[in-house]
């Protein structure tokens, strides 16, 4: 605990300190209780898109002894050419949010190249679209999570040693000015009582002259 001066002004820079630290606090613990929701929430959405995923993939098994056939379905012939990305805010995070992709075809000849490839192809950009989306759902969650942690840390800051420290000081300093102003008080007694002991010596010493 750093060292406090034990006056008047110093109380009320730390029953200040007090109020604001009690005042932010609950603000911060509503925000900590959010950002658990809202990563909860957005976890449980990433997991539901990659299950979709899964699911494309099972029902499209009959093309993957197909799709291994790199003569008739050449590799890299779809191409991510653009990722659509919007910005959002939650508790006063910001975040990246998918508002979807653009795809490149590489050319092929479309009389010589069987039907399926472009169904195999629609497939793959489905595929791949859910994955983009996954992608940034995980961002949005490594993001909140790190003001989880910085939020977490202030409130344990405010909560273990801010608020107890100062409750503690205030205590403290509350004491040593009572503790003064009863010794000013007693002080003051006994100052009165020497002048009045001297007054009436004073008094006597006059009678004794006359």
């Given at each position: 605990?750093?060292?406090?001066?034990?006056?008047?002004?110093?109380?009320?820079?730390?029953?200040?300190?007090?109020?604001?630290y009690?005042?932010?606090?609950?603000t911060?613990?509503?925000?900590k209780?959010?950002?658990?929701?809202?990563?909860?929430?957005i976890?449980?959405k990433?997991?539901?898109?990659?299950?979709e995923?899964e699911?494309?993939?099972?029902?499209?098994?009959?093309?993957?002894?197909?799709?291994?056939?790199?003569d008739?379905f050449?590799?890299?012939?779809?191409?991510?050419?653009?990722?659509?990305?919007?910005k959002?805010?939650?508790?006063?995070?910001d975040?990246p949010?998918?508002?979807?992709?653009?795809?490149?075809?590489?050319?092929?000849?479309?009389?010589?190249?069987?039907?399926w490839?472009?169904?195999?192809?629609?497939?793959?950009?489905?595929?791949?679209?859910?994955?983009?989306?996954?992608?940034?759902?995980?961002?949005?969650?490594?993001?909140?999570?790190?003001?989880?942690?910085?939020?977490?840390?202030?409130?344990?800051?405010?909560?273990?040693?801010?608020?107890?420290?100062?409750?503690?000081?205030?205590?403290?300093?509350s004491?040593?000015?009572?503790?003064?102003?009863?010794?000013?008080?007693?002080?003051?007694?006994?100052?009165?009582?020497?002048?009045?002991?001297?007054?009436?010596?004073?008094?006597?010493?006059?009678?004794?002259?006359?």
């Open positions: 605990m750093a060292k406090i001066k034990l006056t008047k002004n110093e109380l009320k820079v730390q029953k200040d300190a007090l109020k604001m009690r005042r932010y606090l609950p911060l613990t509503l925000k209780q959010q950002l658990h929701s809202e990563i909860y929430i976890g449980a990433a997991k539901a898109v990659r299950q995923r699911a494309l993939e099972q029902g499209f098994d009959d093309w993957i002894a197909v799709f291994s056939d790199q008739a050449p590799e890299g012939i779809i191409t991510v050419s653009n990722i659509r990305k919007g959002g805010n939650i508790a006063g995070v975040i949010t998918f508002e979807g992709a653009d795809f490149a075809r590489g050319d092929y000849d479309l009389y010589e190249t069987p039907l490839v472009d169904l195999a192809a629609n497939h793959i950009e489905q595929a791949m679209l859910l994955d983009l989306e996954a992608e940034v759902l995980d961002e949005q969650v490594r993001l909140l999570e790190q003001e989880l942690r910085a939020t977490s840390q202030r409130v344990n800051l405010f909560e273990k040693v801010k608020i107890p420290e100062t409750e503690e000081n205030i205590k403290k300093i004491i040593y000015l009572a503790d003064q102003q009863v010794n000013a008080v007693v002080r003051s007694k006994i100052s009165k009582r020497k002048i009045a002991l001297r007054n009436a010596e004073a008094s006597e010493r006059q009678v004794e002259v006359l």
